[in-house]
């Protein structure tokens, strides 16, 4: 038996939620935008929060338990062996990106980024780190795939300022999983030019069938530079109860030790660490079911494009459930989800925000219902159409 119908998730009992995905647009419009999915809690998480409920037990996080899971389901997951002493309990990922860069540069260094790239990263390595972004683009092939730029990867690594790369693995808005071979380069680059390597590996337990994940601290050699950010939250769609880990190597994990403020390690929700705990432990089959799920919907978002936006060009994604898709043939303007959101009612994440490539983009979110997923690229379908006859009509 399957862990859950997909097609029984309907729209008036998401609207229920109190979470960002559906408090922050009108009833009407369908969200389809920040990383939340739409699929019920797996049942092993539900059980573990209510019986938590049940004890009254919602007191400080002990971190009881999560690095015995998280070590376990990384050494099933891709034969990653991790000393449970490298596992640091923190709040969320993104706070990780932020003391890492601060553990392993200096205000006003250089940090790297890949663009398009999940925008929160640039505000971060800006306001909050007092670092400079440095941009290395992704290349796109005439077939519209994305990869890393090796050879610009290279020349951003020997200048001077530059000291730390945060690489999203895989990548967030474009679904890009590095190979191993690419990793085996930039551990390489990284140690000539003497660069941190801050591997953001959030969205890897949902890499989909036809590609591999290869953990970047699994090719960095043991006194290497880097951290990986992992952490059950956006596989098991857990960002609001605020548990993530940092794991380091043997030199960064003492740098951890030694310099991360403690307050830091107690930043993790206590329900956070029980939810990741059970997912990591028992999580397993609701999450192959998820991989199953998004597999489909990335064909079934191919197919409802050439139907009903046939100008839109977009390449199904290799991990996680982000669809980022080119509109810019339709004549909305660089940011055509103000069009989507206006005239079809869907609200998606707006292309310009993840940086350089990012002008004509959409993502869209494709962790829901069959259904509510052909509702809002038909939705997609008609606004742009109709938007096409307003600037028609305009001339
Ligand atoms: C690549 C990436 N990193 C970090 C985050 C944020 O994770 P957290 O909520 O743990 O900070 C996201 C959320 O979607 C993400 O896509």
């Not at 449970?84 to 932020?98: A, E, T, Y």
């Not at 990548?171 to 003497?194: F, M, S």
Request: aromatic content about 6%; glycine content about 8%.
């Amino acid at each position: 038996m399957v862990p859950f119908n997909v097609d029984a998730i309907d729209l008036n009992t998401l609207r229920l939620r109190q979470s960002a995905k559906y408090q922050a647009f009108a009833p009407d419009v369908i969200p389809a935008w920040v990383a939340e999915m739409d699929f019920p809690l797996a049942e092993p998480i539900a059980d573990a929060l209510h019986e938590a409920i049940d004890r009254s037990d919602t007191g400080y996080q002990s971190g009881a338990g999560l690095a015995d899971a998280v070590t376990g389901f990384l050494h099933r997951s891709w034969s990653w062996k991790v000393q449970q002493s490298r596992v640091f309990g923190i709040s969320d990922v993104l706070s990780g990106v932020n003391w890492a860069i601060r553990l392993l540069s200096r205000p006003g260094d250089g940090v790297v980024v890949n663009t398009p790239v999940y925008p929160p990263f640039f505000s971060t390595i800006r306001d909050i780190a007092e670092r400079q972004v440095v941009d290395v683009p992704l290349t796109r092939s005439p077939n519209g795939q994305y990869a890393l730029d090796m050879a610009g990867l290279e020349a951003a690594f020997a200048r001077p300022e530059v000291t730390a790369y945060v690489l999203c693995s895989p990548h967030n808005p474009t679904g890009t999983v590095p190979t191993r071979g690419e990793l085996e380069q930039i551990a390489e680059l990284a140690h000539t030019h003497g660069v941190a390597v801050i591997a953001d590996e959030i969205h890897a337990p949902l890499t989909l069938p036809g590609a591999v994940h290869t953990p970047y601290l699994t090719v960095a050699p043991e006194d290497a530079t880097c951290v990986s950010l992992v952490s059950a939250s956006k596989a098991w769609n857990l960002p609001g109860l605020k548990c993530a880990q940092m794991i380091g190597t043997d030199r960064t994990a003492t740098t951890i030790r030694e310099r991360l403020p403690k307050e830091v390690l107690y930043s993790a929700g206590h329900l956070g660490v029980i939810a990741s705990v059970a997912a990591y432990e028992s999580g397993g089959p609701w999450l192959e079911h998820v991989v199953s799920v998004i597999d489909t919907n990335r064909s079934l978002v191919a197919e409802l494009l050439a139907e009903h936006v046939p100008q839109a060009s977009y390449v199904p994604p290799a991990a996680s459930y982000l669809a980022w898709i080119n509109l810019s043939a339709y004549d909305v303007g660089p940011d055509p989800s103000t069009t989507l959101l206006d005239e079809g009612r869907i609200a998606v994440n707006a292309g310009p925000t993840f940086g350089a490539g990012g002008d004509g983009h959409v993502r869209l979110n494709m962790a829901t219902s069959p259904a509510i997923l052909t509702e809002v690229v038909e939705r997609m379908g008609r606004s742009l159409g109709s938007a096409r006859q307003h600037g028609a009509m305009g001339q």
